[in-house]
T-cell receptor, first 117, second 114 residues
């Protein structure tokens, strides 16, 4: 069964606008972590933001924020004030289990974002 | 800023040949991961090391793939013989166990099997 679902295969967004990328997850663990990574065409996976399952506040990192709705099992990424350099593939990922578990990540299929001038 | 190093960045080979990829994790990171990413999909874990020990290789096709991390630092992933379906991006990541949650990825090796 798919653990991470990203329903938007691709999105266009205008420069300076905000964009929300959807991510839903499936786990029966109480302790887990949710991650977002950015993958430009060069291929490297760049870490953006992390949310722990016990964190009560939504994570923020600069222009990135994570809208964490635990009851709905969703962890949407919001990019504010989009820039041309934000054009990339974005992946949602989950680590199940306790903090000191082996930390294997399970990834969604990704969402391609294209920022237009 | 410390980075995960991988080489080569690109590899073209013919089917039935042997290929090897190298990864040097961030210094001090005890946990090392190899992922395979097929075009259009998210990465999938192949093998995971804690220091020099394999802790998860359940998704590694062991008839043709092998991985080692002999001194608990850098790691090599080998495919022998390569098949057409092995064409993919191979990503290495590392994590400092127990201190940080984040996995940091290297630039990857793009493999094309002809």
């Amino acid at each position: 069964a798919q653990k991470i679902t990203q329903t938007q295969p691709g999105m266009f967004v205008q420069e300076k606008e905000a964009v929300t990328l959807d991510c839903t997850y499936d786990t029966s663990d109480q302790s887990y972590g949710l991650f977002w990574y950015k993958q430009p065409s060069s291929g490297e996976m760049i870490f953006l933001i992390y949310q722990g399952s016990y964190d009560e506040q939504n994570a923020t990192e600069g222009r990135y924020s994570l809208n964490f709705q635990k009851a709905r099992k969703s962890a949407n990424l919001v990019i504010s004030a989009s820039q041309l350099g934000d054009s990339a593939m974005y992946f949602c990922a989950m680590r199940e289990g306790a903090t000191d578990s082996w930390g294997k990540l399970q990834f969604g299929a990704g969402t391609q974002v294209v920022v237009t001038p | 800023e410390a980075e995960v190093a991988q080489s080569p960045r690109y590899k073209i080979t013919e089917k039935s040949q042997a290929v090897a990829f190298w990864c040097d994790p961030i210094s001090g990171h005890a946990t090392l991961y190899w992922y395979r990413q097929i075009l259009g999909q998210g990465p999938e874990l192949l093998v995971q090391f804690q220091d020099e020990s394999v802790v998860d290789d359940s998704q590694l096709p062991k008839d043709r793939f092998s991985a080692e991390r002999l001194k608990g630092v850098d790691s090599t992933l080998k495919i022998q013989p390569a098949e057409l379906g092995d064409s993919a991006m191979y990503l290495c990541a590392s994590r400092r166990t127990g201190v940080t949650e984040t996995q940091y990825f290297g630039p990857g090796t793009r493999l094309l099997v002809l």
